[in-house]
């Protein structure tokens, strides 16, 4: 599958992902940052943005998105990349993590480790913003989107700082979320298959917003338990898209974490 993708920089190619129904604009902030340093390659994942179709027969679980992604690695000649991820994104990404198909994972508010209720809670607050979004014309939005308030209450679950992004760049991150692609609902009706991945091999970070309301920060704990071996961090004044609300925050982990480690000494 060819994903639509942005590339920018030199240096150890860093592969970016989004949540569901973001898109690979999500990262502009941030790619210029790491683009000092790495390689950079903003994707759209599948039935995302500008990038294919998934298949009539998907089924909402995150495999076969996570297989788009490493055939486009290998068409690429991406070679283990480093990956970053956001919400569903961080989940594809801990998957390639436990493939060991990367150099090494970094996780933004990985989605898939909630309970019952918060899975439930999650899928209300997509499926309830998809419903509100429908009914409010393009023009209408961004106008809404203008003043302070209505901003924060339109994005205030997902965005800690609502204030610090343009609101053309919102109504527009908006687009896929009002007018989503096939796969939405069947993964709204099917997150309870994006099961956690097994341990990884490779280094895995994460970072999780201090102010994350869909996916809240105790879920770190339950990930903690499950993939002892990575790394958590939270992210102050950052919501569940931490990549607006802190820009060079992130850029500072994701380099941080896709930094050479020293060889170890026997």
């Known amino acids: 599958m060819d994903l639509a993708h942005t590339r920018t920089g030199s240096g150890e190619p860093v592969l970016l992902l989004h949540g569901i129904?973001?898109?690979?604009?999500?990262?502009?902030?941030v790619a210029p940052?790491?683009?000092?340093?790495?390689?950079v390659w903003a994707v759209d994942l599948p039935d995302h943005g500008e990038s294919p179709d998934l298949p009539p027969e998907y089924r909402g679980d995150i495999g076969p998105i996570a297989d788009a992604v490493e055939a486009f690695c290998a068409t690429q000649g991406l070679d283990r990349p480093h990956v970053v991820g956001n919400s569903l994104g961080g989940l594809v990404a801990l998957e390639l993590a436990a493939r060991g198909t990367v150099r090494s994972a970094t996780a933004l508010s990985p989605a898939g480790f909630w309970s019952t209720a918060e899975r439930l809670w999650a899928?209300?607050?997509?499926g309830g913003a998809h419903a509100v979004l429908t009914l409010v014309p393009s023009a209408r939005l961004q106008a809404m989107l203008g003043t302070p308030v209505l901003r924060s209450?339109?994005?205030?679950?997902?965005?800690?700082?609502p204030s610090r992004i343009d609101p053309a760049q919102i109504a527009d991150d908006l687009q896929g979320?009002?007018?989503?692609r096939s796969s939405f609902a069947t993964m709204?009706?099917?997150?309870?298959?994006?099961?956690?991945?097994?341990r990884a091999a490779v280094p895995t970070v994460v970072g999780w917003?201090?102010?994350?309301?869909?996916?809240?920060?105790?879920?770190s704990g339950r990930l903690r338990r499950a993939l002892p071996d990575a790394a958590v961090y939270?992210?102050?004044?950052?919501?569940?898209?931490?990549?607006?609300?802190?820009?060079?925050?992130v850029a500072d982990l994701v380099l941080a974490a896709t930094r050479p480690r020293p060889a170890a000494h026997a």
């Open 177 to 180: 979320l009002s007018h989503p």
């Open 123 to 126: 899928r209300g607050v997509l």
């Open 234 to 249: 939270v992210l102050p004044g950052c919501g569940h898209v931490p990549m607006g609300d802190d820009p060079e925050l």
């Open 153 to 161: 209450a339109l994005v205030g679950l997902l965005l800690a700082h």
């Open 33 to 39: 940052l790491l683009a000092r340093e790495r390689e």
């Open 209 to 219: 917003g201090a102010r994350d309301f869909l996916l809240p920060r105790w879920q």
């Open 21 to 29: 129904t973001h898109r690979r604009q999500g990262w502009d902030h």
């Open 188 to 198: 709204l009706a099917n997150l309870g298959s994006w099961t956690i991945p097994a």
